[in-house]
């Protein structure tokens, strides 16, 4: 009977602090994150030369690097949203087929892409014809 009581309480201890101990209690000083400024700059840099030559998909993963490499860089995030938005937007214009496929809007190619429109052909002004009621009805 003691050997039960002696066994039941020290169940109940063991299960008492799992449930109340921290799971991953830190045995010494947890290693920290150390962000990679050079790397992140370096990603940066190599971001805006992509999308500066409008390939959007290669900037975004440049400076999705870059936001890896140091998370807390405004400037990273900043020009990763601004990169998903365009590979976004050039996918849905290429989809949709509208003007030409295949070819960025966006960027360089669009002062390219766009042509002035020819002018247009003098036309002969013709005359109007004079509105006339033949027939009342009477409102």
Known sequence: MKT???????MAVILSSSVFLPP???????????????????MIRFGKQSYQR??????????RRAVQADPASL?????YDMSVISALAEKVNKDAG???????LQGPAQ??????PPP?????PQKKEK???EEDEGC
């Open 4 to 10: 039960r009581a002696l066994y039941f309480t020290l």
């Open 24 to 42: 991953h209690a830190p045995a010494g000083e947890a290693p920290s994150f150390v962000p990679d400024k050079a790397l992140c700059a370096q």
């Open 54 to 63: 409008g390939k959007f998909l290669d900037a975004k993963e440049f400076f």
């Open 75 to 79: 400037v990273a995030w900043r020009y």
């Open 98 to 104: 509208l003007l030409a496929p295949d070819v960025s």
């Open 111 to 116: 002062a390219k892409a766009a042509a002035p």
């Open 120 to 124: 247009a052909a003098k036309s002969v």
């Open 131 to 133: 509105f006339v009621i």
